[in-house]
Nanobody
Framework: QVQLVESGGGLVQPGGSLRLSCAASGTIVSINAMDWYRQAPGNPRELVATITSGGSTNYADSVKGRFTISRDNGKNTVYLQMSSLKPEDTAVYYC?????????????WGQGTQVTVSS
């Protein structure tokens, strides 16, 4: 069984920073792309950032220059460093990873972590 566990969310003032972490555990052969999504109340879930197994990254226009995605393959962990946070970044943030086990290849999601940007 594979699990993704996120941490690092919380309340931060506008202009502040937070770092989210998402660790994968279980019987893992390899991890391909790892992503961060977010969902604000009343809005659909949106892709924030992606990182491939080779380290290539891509970002939503709304976060370019403010957010940085990275990963530690040895720890099966993906990070999202968020800076210059704005109230509109308030959302539940989810990580997703495409993971190969000895039995299959599939997409796995974390449980979500709340980020609130407010003064």
């Amino acid at each position: 069984q594979v699990q993704l566990v996120e941490s690092g969310g919380g309340l931060v003032q506008p202009g502040g920073s937070l770092r989210l972490s998402c660790a994968a555990s279980g019987t893992i052969v390899s991890i391909n792309a790892m992503d961060w999504y977010r969902q604000a109340p009343g809005n659909p879930r949106e892709l924030v950032a992606t990182i491939t197994s080779g380290g290539s990254t891509n970002y939503a226009d709304s976060v370019k220059g403010r957010f940085t995605i990275s990963r530690d393959n040895g720890k099966n962990t993906v990070y999202l460093q968020m800076s210059s946070l704005k109230p509109e970044d308030t959302a539940v943030y989810y990580c997703k990873a495409q993971i190969a086990t000895p039995w299959d290849l599939g997409d796995y999601w974390g449980q979500g972590t709340q980020v609130t940007v407010s003064s």
